[in-house]
């Protein structure tokens, strides 16, 4: 896999982090070497093993339908930059 | 009494084709349907999911993607997906996963979606969509998984300003998934209304559109006569035509306008030599259009993966049985049993199907009873009025007891159907006892002969010029009737009156 420099762009455009056109190339060359890197794990036969998804053997963690949370607006509003009236306020966002 | 099918016999409904300037063309629609989990806490988090509460007051720290906040997920949720499924015939996936679907809205804290993707909770079924009596469509399911709803913006409270509701932010969606076997506008309201009466039989949602528990994007797409079928062959999705979404409907009646809209739309650009671009449009009530939201350019790129927080979805086979067992009759074995155990017809067993609670108060007011009869009175006259009062029935201020009792007075001919709506405008607005209000009131029906006798002689003797006229005119023997009802008020046996003026008149 090559990553070339609008992919670098448009990775970054989707996970809304601003990287300058200088930056560009340099980004590429190491996104480049960490897939290679990764791409050693293709070398392995895995034919028939499940995937791993937990170290130890572990099930699914279930909670009962209770309410217990929520219930104070103030708590997650209490770092917004903006509120009102209960609500979030942000700059305009009409799709 | 023979036991009743699991479902009426049916033929699958034609699709439905538009004339157009080069031929006919048909529609091919499929549906995803997000439908709310009917839980007091949410898929992930132990907020209330109460609608209509005050901003953000049903938000915990983990809705609102604190850092360290961690999903657990809530197992009423995951048993009612499981209900979902086993209520449309679906496989259950013993193993699923849940993956992050990655976009930036302000409505959504985490900046992904918890859903499912590649390994969704439930797999293939099928919902019988009623047409008409003997007419339905089958239309597949393809599957359904567990997935979170965003928070809710506002953006006309500021010029410049959007404000963020959190509330429904992490609220347990199952989104469920039909292939594109719907072949018109009124077939997928139907569509739509059949799986809104199986998810409230089932308990899972209360199919509440207005409040947005139920919601759906509109896939549709269209393509020449025979095209259809050839893809239905071997599922070859090159038969059909280019599909537009039409997003988030909440209504029967816009679901309708939008895919006549669409399709209209696309046909006039296909005729036109043009071709359609996949794209996601916005339906306009107001103007009654769709228009382009994003085109395939501008589509989101998710970037799914599995949620780390979560480990996949495990649940066991016993458990799925144990569900299995405490399923509800559904709305298709309901009608057919209705239909054989009642001897209701078709038609009004898919009347009173529609809810759940319409049904049992059906089913309490015809037991030991005329079935036929019974449906009259519920659907004509109790669901009649409670129409047109806008009442629900559990609002309605005669219960089964008293319909019965009005039945059985009918069925006795201790009244007739006249004095019975008489009794039932008693009951609607004094309430009481039926047999009760029929004695006191002097209201049961004069069946004895010889009184009947007595009053159509007096009719007789007094209107000689009638007599010969009916002679005559063996129709005008109705008018005798009519006055004999009127000085008996109301409450002769009709039939026995009518066989005795005609008896008397000599006429046939």
Same mark, same amino acid.
């Given at each position: ?6 992919? *670098? ?20 060359? +190491? ?6 890197? *990764? ?7 895995? +034919?028939?093993? +499940? ?30 930059? +903006? ?5 979030? *306020? ?6 | 009494?023979?036991?009743? !099918? ?32 009917? @839980? ?5 988090? @132990? ?16 809705? #609102? ?5 961690? !999903? ?36 959504? &804290? ?9 390994? !969704?909770?439930? $797999?293939? $079924? ?22 979170? /709803?965003?928070?809710?913006? =506002?953006?006309?409270?500021? &010029? ?19 292939? !594109? ?35 759906? /994007? ?39 306008? #939008? ?14 030599? %043009? ?74 067993? #898919?009347?009173? =199907? ?29 669901? $009649? ?31 007739? $159907?006249?004095?019975?709506? /008489? ?58 009737? %009519? ?26």
């Amino acid at each position: 896999m090559s990553v070339d420099a609008d992919t *670098v762009r448009r990775v970054a455009k989707l996970a809304r982090i601003a990287v300058t056109e200088a930056e560009v190339k340099d980004l590429a060359g +190491e996104l480049n070497d960490i897939l290679t890197w *990764v791409e050693q794990l293709g070398e392995v036969d895995v +034919e028939g093993v +499940e995937p791993m998804t937990s170290v130890t053997p572990m099930r699914l963690k279930r909670r009962q339908d209770v309410v217990t949370g929520g219930g104070d607006a103030s708590r997650p509003l209490a770092n917004a930059p +903006e509120t009102q009236e209960g609500f979030f *306020v942000v700059p305009k966002i009409v799709e | 009494m023979s036991a009743a !099918p699991a479902v009426l016999d049916y033929e699958e409904p034609t699709a439905k084709t538009i004339a157009g300037v080069t031929g006919d063309w048909e529609m091919v629609i499929g549906m995803e349907v997000h439908a709310q989990v009917l @839980s007091k806490s949410k898929l992930f988090s @132990s907020a209330s999911t109460q609608f209509g509460s005050a901003p953000n007051a049903n938000v915990s720290l983990v809705d #609102a993607a604190m850092p360290g906040m961690l !999903p657990v997920i809530n197992e009423f949720c995951i048993e009612q997906a499981v209900r979902t499924g086993l209520g449309i015939k679906a496989g259950i996936n013993l193993r699923s996963v849940f993956d992050r679907k990655n976009y930036f809205y302000p409505d959504l &804290p985490q900046g992904y979606q918890i859903s499912q993707f590649k390994h !969704p909770i439930v $797999g293939e $079924g099928e919902v019988l969509v009623d047409i008409g009596p003997g007419v339905a469509r089958k239309v597949r399911i393809e599957r359904i998984h567990l997935e979170q /709803d965003a928070g809710k913006s =506002i953006h006309d409270m500021d &010029p410049e300003k959007s404000f963020v509701d959190l509330n429904r932010t992490g609220v347990a969606l199952m989104e469920i998934v039909s292939r !594109p076997d719907i072949r018109g506008p009124d077939e997928a309201a139907e569509f739509l209304r059949k799986l809104r009466t199986i998810l409230r039989y089932l308990g899972t949602c209360d199919g509440n559109m207005q409040e947005g528990s139920m919601r759906a /994007d509109v896939n549709v797409s269209v393509c020449r006569p025979g095209d259809y079928e050839r893809y239905r062959e071997n599922d070859d999705f090159s038969h059909l035509g280019t599909r537009c979404e039409i997003k988030n409907m909440n209504s029967m009646r816009f679901i309708q306008q #939008a895919i006549e809209f669409e399709a209209r739309r696309q046909i006039a650009i296909l005729e036109d030599g %043009g071709e359609i671009d996949q794209e996601t449009r916005l339906f306009d009530a107001k103007k009654v259009e769709t228009r382009t939201m994003r085109s395939k350019e501008e589509a989101h790129d998710y970037r799914y993966f599995p949620d780390p927080d979560l480990l996949p979805l495990e649940i066991d086979q016993a458990w799925v049985d144990d569900i299995a067992a405490g399923l509800p009759e559904l709305p298709d074995a309901k009608k057919a049993r209705l239909v054989s155990e009642f001897g209701v017809t078709e038609y009004d067993a #898919a009347v009173l =199907i529609s809810e759940p609670e319409h049904a049992a108060f059906f089913e309490a007011v015809a037991e030991g009873r005329d079935g036929k009869l019974a449906a009259n009175w519920v659907i004509n006259e109790l669901f $009649g009025r409670l129409n047109k009062e806008e009442k629900p029935i559990a609002d309605s201020p005669i219960d089964a007891t008293q319909l019965g009792g009005v039945v059985d007075l009918i069925g006795q001919g201790d009244i007739s $159907g006249k004095i019975a709506k /008489d009794l039932f405008e008693i009951l609607w607005s004094e309430g009481g006892d039926p047999a009760e209000i029929v004695e006191k009131r002097g209201m049961r029906q004069v069946t004895d002969l010889g009184a009947i006798e007595k009053a159509v002689d007096e009719v007789i003797a007094a209107n000689p010029g009638q007599v010969e006229k009916a002679k005559a005119k063996p129709q005008l023997a109705g008018w005798f009737v %009519g006055q004999v009802m009127k000085v008996t008020g109301g409450k002769a046996n009709p039939q026995a009156v009518q066989q005795m003026v005609r008896d008397k008149l000599g006429v046939e």
